[in-house]
């Protein structure tokens, strides 16, 4: 685990392994929820989850990809550097099921 960016209240962290990838941030400020999201790719499953103050992972989403999609989530979760870029691909990942649906 590395840390990508850290603040006051925030943390940026990616794991990587074999077959594995996951980038989280994790807030633990005094105004803000004490909690973790994260953004996690096996193979060509990438899920979206919640981890709670109690340290209860909650799932959001999963989704099965295509190699390509897959590569391209890959590349994309290896580009966040910083809070910002990590909002934008959690939910662009949460809507990619209906953005998807509708192209068809």
């Known amino acids: 685990m590395s840390i990508i960016k850290k603040t006051k209240?925030?943390?940026l962290t990616l794991t990587a392994g074999?077959?594995?990838l996951e980038v989280a941030e994790r807030h633990f400020g005094r105004y803000l929820e004490k909690a973790?999201?994260?953004v996690t790719l096996r193979?060509?499953?990438?899920?979206l989850w919640k981890e709670e103050e109690?340290?209860?992972r909650v799932v959001i989403r999963t989704e099965h990809l295509s190699d390509d999609e897959a590569k391209w989530v890959r590349d994309a979760m290896l580009r966040v550097?910083?809070?910002?870029s990590f909002g934008t691909l959690f939910f662009y990942l949460l809507h990619?099921?209906?953005k998807l649906e509708r192209r068809i």
């Open 9 to 11: 209240s925030r943390e």
């Open 18 to 20: 074999d077959g594995y």
């Open 36 to 38: 973790t999201y994260g």
């Open 43 to 47: 193979s060509n499953v990438v899920e």
């Open 54 to 56: 109690g340290g209860r």
């Open 81 to 84: 550097k910083n809070f910002t």
């Open 96 to 98: 990619l099921r209906n």
